[in-house]
T-cell receptor, first 115, second 115 residues
Framework: AQKVTQAQTEISVVEKEDVTLDCVYE???????LFWYKQPPSGELVFLIR??????QNEISGRYSWNFQKSTSSFNFTITASQVVDSAVYFC????????????FGKGTKLTVNP | GAVVSQHPSWVICKSGTSVKIECRSL??????MFWYRQFPKQSLMLMAT?????????EQGVEKDKFLINHASLTLSTLTVTSAHPEDSSFYIC???????????FGPGTRLTVL
């Protein structure tokens, strides 16, 4: 069975602070894909990144960076110099090829960036 | 990311009426479309998976006679909440993807309030 754990329910930071959102996943499949989505107060889920299990390279996109480590089954997300607009709920998700082929979501981490 | 539209964005109805929600994939032909439900401060709960031209596959505990799904084309799926009751009030989100290896994109959601 697949599982995604986001242990941090809520995080509150002050603007310009760096913040890391944790994501730990479980799967027995060797081919899988990991995702991060952002859900601002408006409700729409915005796709941020997709990673496949064979690509452990870390990725940076502006102030966002992702650290994928298969050894610890983690796919953590860091926001550098956070801004108020980063306030949202962030979901980590997993889909495996050969499994249910459905996205499995973590429970989400609510990030509040205060001015 | 791909553009997914949902209509209406919000709806208020009386108990006992039926409500239809449309989901359109605007950027590509979606082999598979999904319907989710989200309660306040919770993660997304998959209701059903829909493939064009075939019957939807419902998750355990989701009443197929209450939540009718029609995947009429590769770009359109509809969810009809029949004889809605206050407990059906929720945020409904659709999602589209080409294949298992592809990213799943989400619509902006529909907030349903049943009085």
């Amino acid at each position: 069975a697949q599982k995604v754990t986001q242990a941090q329910t809520e995080i509150s930071v002050v603007e310009k602070e760096d913040v890391t959102l944790d994501c730990v996943y479980e799967t027995r499949d060797t081919t899988y894909y990991l995702f991060w989505y952002k859900q601002p107060p408006s409700g729409e889920l915005v796709f941020l990144i997709r990673r496949n299990s064979f690509d452990e390279q870390n990725e940076i996109s502006g102030r966002y960076s992702w650290n994928f480590q298969k050894s610890t089954s983690s796919f953590n997300f860091t926001i550098t110099a956070s801004q108020v607009v980063d306030s949202a709920v962030y979901f980590c998700a997993l889909i495996t090829q050969g499994g249910s082929e459905k996205l499995v979501f973590g429970k989400g981490t609510k990030l509040t960036v205060n001015p | 990311g791909a553009v997914v539209s949902q209509h209406p964005s919000w709806v208020i109805c009386k108990s006992g009426t039926s409500v239809k929600i449309e989901c359109r994939s605007l950027d590509f032909q979606a082999t598979t479309m999904f319907w989710y439900r989200q309660f306040p401060k919770q993660s997304l709960m998959l209701m059903a998976t829909s493939n064009e031209g075939s019957k939807a596959t419902y998750e355990q505990g989701v009443e197929k006679d209450k939540f009718l799904i029609n995947h009429a084309s590769l770009t359109l799926s509809t969810l009809t909440v029949t004889s809605a009751h206050p407990e059906d009030s929720s945020f409904y989100i659709c999602s589209v993807r080409r294949g298992v290896r592809d990213t799943q994109y989400f619509g902006p959601g529909t907030r349903l309030t049943v009085l």
